[in-house]
């Protein structure tokens, strides 16, 4: 088995395999709008869900990129759901654009109002959360230096969701065909969905 410190991160591979190792990870898909009107949408692999009660998301910046920046200024933002379907659009989003273009015009994607917040969401989208920033810091290492990331995190204060994704009441992971970042330039998409009841007894015999 290979193995290597990360200090020195010699691990002889063409490319650093951590992220590959880690995944799939969720893309959060945020979009924001500046004070001067401005609207900025680019997606961020290291995101997700870290409470329920309060509801909480957290996105990461490598480096204090537009997201990041005017979600500070203005205190919210919109993570919007990635999925298959908009994948070619998503990567679109990505490019590194002036701060002031749109990425919704780049990518041919829509603005839809949102309710309590200023920012838009994708209106292609089959779901969007609005979040109000409570915390941001850069994450520190063992030695106690700060991160470059800027970690952002959000209350969600109001949910959207396409009646078209449900099944039952309940979000079909099928129809939703969430994006997901993997390693290096590859992604996975959600389509095969399959049930495991937890364990109820402490040696978890009835499983």
Known sequence: MLFYTTDRNEHGLPHDPFKAIVSPRPIGWISTRAKDGSVNLAPYSFFNAISDSPKLVMFSSAGMKDSASIALETGEFVANLATGDLARQLNRTSAQAPRGISEFALAGLTEAPCRLVAAPRVAESPAALECRVTQSFHPK???????????????????????????????????????????????????????????????????
């Open 141 to 207: 290492g063992v030695d106690g230096a700060p991160s470059p990331y800027v970690m952002v995190i959000g209350e969600v204060v109001a949910i959207h969701i396409d009646e078209a994704i449900l099944t039952d009441g309940m979000i079909d992971m099928s129809l939703a065909r969430p994006l997901s970042r993997l390693g290096y330039l590859d992604y996975a998409v959600t389509d095969a969905v399959f049930q495991m009841p937890r364990p109820r007894m402490p040696d978890a015999s009835d499983v």
